[in-house]
T-cell receptor, first 113, second 113 residues
Framework: NAGVTQTPKFRVLKTGQSMTLLCAQD?????MYWYRQDPGMGLRLIHY???????AKGEVPDGYNVSRLKKQNFLLGLESAAPSQTSVYFC????????????FGPGTRLTVL | GDSVTQMEGPVTLSEEAFLTINCTYT??????LFWYVQYPGEGLQLLLK?????DKGSNKGFEATYRKETTSFHLEKGSVQVSDSAVYFC????????????FGKGTMLLVSP
């Protein structure tokens, strides 16, 4: 039982390049989330999904797209990377009841040059 | 909108000292409150939670009491250890139907032997 895994762990991009971050969970949870973590800013929600085939915008969605084609996977895409997207990205899956706990992946450190 | 305010860090303590990390919130209705902890190089994990006024959450020697009258959820531990060194995040979940969390900016705790 791996919980939540993220691929890749590290990535360096040049401005304008595109990439996709993969989040996978083996807990069969409906709700999944993408956050970014920046120094002094805490965690900010980018997009989330309440089930297969659904997505919704969070606090900072601009420049990102997401897809939830399969329940266990939640993909975060950057179509044209910018230096402002340099960050650590975390995925999470929610167990709503009885624990009401978000389970986080280990993170992806992305640098955009 | 909803918001969470935490004391700024780093908080530097000697082993066996008493810890308090302040957290206050702004939200409509009756939110659930959480403390998450992030150890170096890892994702966040739930430390404790409280779902209604006067509830006390506790785990691993940490405690926090949901105080609606002061809109606070301060984290305390009677005797910290070096292994408690981490970043601590206070968070709230307002009843929105989709269980999104609003995080504070995090407080780094450094415990020296």
């Amino acid at each position: 039982n791996a919980g939540v895994t993220q691929t890749p762990k590290f990535r360096v991009l040049k401005t304008g390049q595109s990439m996709t971050l993969l989040c996978a969970q083996d807990m069969n949870h409906e709700y999944m989330y993408w956050y970014r973590q920046d120094p002094g800013m805490g965690l900010r929600l980018i997009h989330y999904s309440v089930g297969e085939g659904t997505t919704a915008k969070g606090e900072v969605p601009d420049g990102y797209n997401v897809s939830r084609l399969k329940k266990q996977n939640f993909l975060l895409g950057l179509e044209s990377a910018a230096p402002s997207q340099t960050s650590v990205y975390f995925c999470a899956a929610l167990d709503p009841a009885p624990t009401d706990t978000q389970y986080f992946g280990p993170g992806t450190r992305l640098t955009v040059l | 909108g909803d918001s969470v305010t935490q004391m700024e860090g780093p908080v530097t303590l000697s082993e066996e000292a008493f810890l308090t990390i302040n957290c206050t919130y702004t939200a409509t209705g009756y939110p659930s409150l959480f403390w998450y902890v992030q150890y170096p190089g890892e994702g966040l994990q739930l430390l404790l939670k409280a779902t209604k006024a006067d509830d006390k959450g506790s785990n691993k020697g940490f405690e926090a009491t949901y105080r609606k009258e002061t809109t606070s959820f301060h984290l305390e531990k009677g005797s910290v250890q070096v292994s408690d060194s981490a970043v601590y995040f206070c968070a709230l979940r307002a009843y929105s139907g989709y269980s999104t969390l609003t995080f504070g900016k995090g407080t780094m705790l450094l415990v020296s032997p």
